[in-house]
Structure formats: C-alpha cells, structure tokens
C-alpha cells in the first residue's frame, strides 16, 4: 500500500503538526486524585476543601525558580479579596487552595498560580488563576518531595499580612470581617487530617482519609454493619464528602465537648478502620445495606 497522505494546511503546516499543537494548547486533562504522591496528600486535600483557616509552607525543588526569587511560599485556604495568589510587600508568596480551577486538574492550577506569583514584583497580587496547560508542571514536579508539609490552623486571617498595624482603615475592616466569618477549627493530632469545627451550635468532625474513596466506604460500610460507627455519646456518622479523589467522612459531635476531647476515640476510630480495610471479601448482605445507605449521603466536592 502506498504511503498515507501527509496534508497541508493553508498556512502550510501538517494537519498532524496542527493537532499536536492544539493538544499542548488546551486545558490540562482531568486527574481524579490530582494531589497523589505529594507530601501531606489529605492535608493538600483538607485545606482545598473543608478547612477554612489555615497554611502550610512548601519549599520548591532545587533549579525549579531562579536563584533571586523566594525558595519557599505559603499555601492557605484563601486569601483576600479570592485572589488565587499574593506576592507580598515583604517579598513572601502566597497562593489560595480555595481559590477554584480552571482546568480538571488541581495540581496544575496550583501549580500554575505558584510559579506566576513568585514571578510577581513584591506588592502585587494574582486576582485570579492564570490556565494550565498539559505542558504546566504539577506540584510533583515543582516541589521538593523531602519537604514537611505541617499544617497551621488559624484563629482568623491575621496570617495574610505580615504585620496588621501596616493596614489602611479599609484594610483592616474588610480583614475584621474576613475573621468574623471564620470557623473555629482544631487540627486533632491522633489520626492525620482529622479536623473538628463549630458551625453555630453544631460540632463535627471531618476526616481526610488516606485510602482510595471505594476502599474507604466498603471500610466503613463494615464498621456501620457492625455498630461501631460512633465516637461516643451523642455522636453520628452523618455522611461523607468525596474529594480530590478521597473520602472525607463527616461525624456530628456533641457540642458540649472540644476537639481535643474526641482524641481517643478519634485514635481507636483510626484502628477500627484499618482493620476494616485489610478485610477484602465480599461484603455481606448486611454491608452492602450500610454500603448503599452510605452511598446516599456522600456529597461530591469537585
């Protein structure tokens, strides 16, 4: 057979070389699980999703930024005005996990947003998210993978800004209001990603969990089966949040009590759930019934 046909275009290029191009210039592709293989993954996932205050410090990898510029920046739940990032007067960069995508991959956007504000003149800010490309680094590939990535749970937003005194009046209301709205929020130390907050008068906890989603509810789905759901008197599994490809489950909790009070059973939880994991037979009749019950009350957070 004769050789395939190598078309033209008008502008003389190949159809094949054009198809490329378009590729390489359009959003980047979905990933389910976009914050995988990352130090601290459920943290990068809980500070994106259901925590309202609170950063962390990463450090980039060696060559990734030129030698003139910040080596480490602050990732936070959000920043003022939603701006997707903030070089600081102080020459600090900052990015906002909440700010939103604009592709189907978080990684990348982040990403993006990092390395377009370290690029940024101290002062100015990145009112929002520039695109990412399938050619945009991820944070795999920008971030030093031997870093620590410890998370700090704040009271408010006080933590935008180097020193609140340096505020205009306009400043320093519109930062007022931001800590007015902010929801007190406790980082448990017995599990990782365990995060209890009052809304109102309600208390619950929510618990970034480690494992693929299905693995984690077929988990809980035993536990439920079992009975053995509860963290104490006057505590309910709710539901959960499916996130950046992770289970979130979500326990109403008394409000009488602090975070700090449900650090053993939160610890015995942890136990429980890896024993469920490690079971992999088939769910029972009665598992499959909590399975499904399960399924009804879990929220997509994407």
């Known amino acids: 057979m004769g050789k395939a046909s190598r078309r033209r275009t008008a502008d003389g290029t190949h159809a094949r070389e054009n198809r490329t191009r378009d ?37 980039f990898a060696a060559g990734v930024v030129a030698a003139d510029r910040p080596q480490t920046a602050t990732v936070a739940t959000m920043l003022p005005m939603a701006w997707s990032g903030l070089r600081r007067i102080d020459g600090a960069v900052m990015v906002a996990l909440q700010a939103g995508s ?20 101290p002062g100015v800010p990145l009112p929002s998210s520039p695109l990412a490309r399938p050619t945009t680094p991820r944070l795999q590939d920008i971030l030093d993978p031997l870093a620590a990535f410890e998370v700090t749970v704040h009271e408010g937003f006080d933590f935008w800004v180097a020193d609140t005194d340096d505020l205009d009046e306009g400043g320093k209301e519109a930062l ?13 130390t017995s ?45 309910r599994l709710l539901g959960a949040f499916r996130a950046c490809g992770l289970l979130v489950p979500v326990w109403e909790l008394d409000p009488g009590l602090a975070g700090a009070d449900y650090e053993s059973a939160v610890a015995r939880m942890a136990v429980w759930l890896d024993e ?21 009350r879990q929220v997509t957070l994407r």
């Open 176 to 188: 007022e209001q931001a800590n007015a709205s902010a929801i007190p929020t406790t980082k448990l």
């Open 102 to 121: 604009t592709t189907g991959d978080a990684s990348r956007d982040v990403a993006q947003v990092l390395l377009a504000t370290v690029a940024a003149e």
């Open 276 to 296: 469920a994991l490690a079971q992999t037979g088939t769910l029972s009749a009665e598992e499959r019934r909590a399975r499904s019950g399960l399924l009804s």
């Open 23 to 59: 590729l390489s210039a359009g959003p980047a592709p979905f990933v389910a699980r976009p914050f995988e293989g990352l130090t601290g993954e459920t943290d990068w996932v809980a500070l994106r999703e259901v925590v309202p205050a609170a950063s962390a410090t990463v450090t």
């Open 191 to 235: 599990a990782p990603s365990a995060y209890w907050c009052r809304v109102g008068k309600r208390t619950y906890l929510r618990w970034v969990l480690p494992h693929n989603e299905d693995a984690a509810t077929d988990a809980l789905a035993r536990l439920h089966a079992a009975g053995t759901t509860s963290l104490g008197e006057g505590t």
